[in-house]
């Protein structure tokens, strides 16, 4: 299973990006979607997560600015990311949990895309 990521970039404090993830491979179902932050000299975090029946959870840091959701028909998540800040600034990786048509489980990972923030 392969994950392609797109959408981060350049932007200036306050404005908006969207992030995209689309699962491709021998998918059988997916379970939880995901993205994921590591900056610059810190941990990975997780940043926001959705389950297959639309259950979500945020670090508090982005609560009220962020928004997870999913299109299962095109295997892929999104994170809107509104009103941004400089401290989320990092490489955002999306990740996606499932089991594939052969009965095995995955969860694979994307490549992913740096968000740049400035002040």
């Known amino acids: 299973v392969q994950l392609q990521a797109s959408g981060g970039g350049l932007v200036q404090a306050g404005g908006s990006l969207r992030l995209s993830c689309a699962a491709s491979g021998s998918i059988f179902s997916i379970n939880v979607m995901g993205w994921y932050r590591q900056a610059p000299g810190q941990k990975r975090e997780s940043v926001a997560t959705?389950?297959?029946?639309?259950?979500?959870n945020y670090v508090d840091s982005v609560k009220g600015r962020f928004t997870i959701s999913r299109d299962n028909a095109k295997k892929t998540v999104f994170l809107q990311m509104n009103s941004l800040k400089p401290e989320d600034t990092a490489v955002y990786y999306c990740?996606?949990?499932?089991?594939?048509?052969?009965?095995?489980?995955?969860?694979?990972w994307g490549q992913g895309t740096l968000v740049t923030v400035s002040s």
């Open positions: 990740s996606i949990q499932g089991l594939q048509k052969s009965w095995r489980t995955f969860d694979s």
């Open positions: 959705i389950t297959s029946d639309g259950r979500t």
